[in-house]
């Protein structure tokens, strides 16, 4: 079995607050992007996009509703 160890940047969006950036290996966060993880020292070989914004939206206009 082949093993993927490949570290990626997560990028998390929010409707309100800025965005974050994610270690997957460490799980670092920071509101800026970085290229090299200062918590595990991780190279990143990509981005990954998670929209969590639309979450955020869901949950804001179940809120809303009558």
Same mark, same amino acid.
């Given at each position: 079995?082949?093993?993927?160890? =490949?570290?990626? #940047?997560?990028? !998390?969006?929010?409707?309100?607050?800025? +965005?974050?950036?994610?270690?997957? !290996?460490?799980?670092?966060?920071?509101?800026?992007?970085?290229?090299?993880?200062?918590?595990?020292?991780?190279?990143?070989? !990509?981005? =990954?996009? +998670? /929209?969590?914004?639309?979450?955020? #939206?869901?949950?804001?206009? /179940?809120?809303?509703? +009558?």
């Amino acid at each position: 079995m082949k093993r993927n160890n =490949k570290v990626y #940047l997560i990028k !998390k969006t929010h409707m309100f607050s800025p +965005d974050e950036y994610i270690c997957s !290996k460490c799980g670092y966060k920071n509101e800026k992007r970085f290229s090299v993880c200062p918590g595990c020292s991780s190279v990143f070989s !990509k981005e =990954k996009y +998670d /929209a969590n914004w639309v979450d955020e #939206l869901e949950y804001f206009d /179940a809120f809303m509703e +009558d």
